[in-house]
């Protein structure tokens, strides 16, 4: 079992940055036995999208084209805890954002595939950007 405590959400203007965190609790190992975790983000009335997605295992990563660039996925082995620091924040980035890991998905293409059906979600944290 695995729990995922997400922070570091808020509200920031255009063009700035933040970084959420998600920790991971539960798990008997380190966050890099875990393998695939990702983070995603749901804007009202929008389906939820997949941003990025790190094998912790060996630290390969994907993004999608929406934050390609702006975004980085990463993760602190001693601390549990995987990050999404993001730079240059839209308007459009305004959203619920999720963690979320599944030890079940081996590799990176497993991982970030869109029907993946990841085992456990962090609760969210907003994030609201302004113009």
């Known amino acids: 079992q695995v729990q995922l405590v997400e922070s570091g959400g808020g509200s920031v203007q255009a063009g700035g940055s933040l970084r959420l965190s998600c920790a991971a609790y539960?798990?008997?190992?380190?966050?890099?036995?875990?393998?695939?975790m990702g983070w995603f983000r749901q804007a009202p009335g929008k389906e939820r999208e997949g941003l990025a997605f790190i094998n912790t295992g060996g630290g390969s990563t994907y993004y999608a084209d929406a934050v390609k660039g702006r975004f980085t996925i990463s993760q602190d082995n001693a601390k549990n805890t995987m990050y999404l620091q993001m730079n240059s924040v839209k308007p459009e980035d305004t959203a619920m954002y999720y963690c979320?890991?599944?030890?079940?998905?081996?590799?990176?293409?497993?991982?970030?595939?869109?029907?993946?059906?990841?085992?456990?979600w962090g609760q969210g944290t907003q994030v609201t950007v302004s113009s």
């Open positions: 539960g798990y008997t190992y380190s966050i890099n036995s875990i393998r695939c």
């Open positions: 979320a890991a599944d030890p079940w998905l081996a590799t990176l293409t497993e991982c970030r595939r869109p029907s993946a059906d990841f085992r456990y």
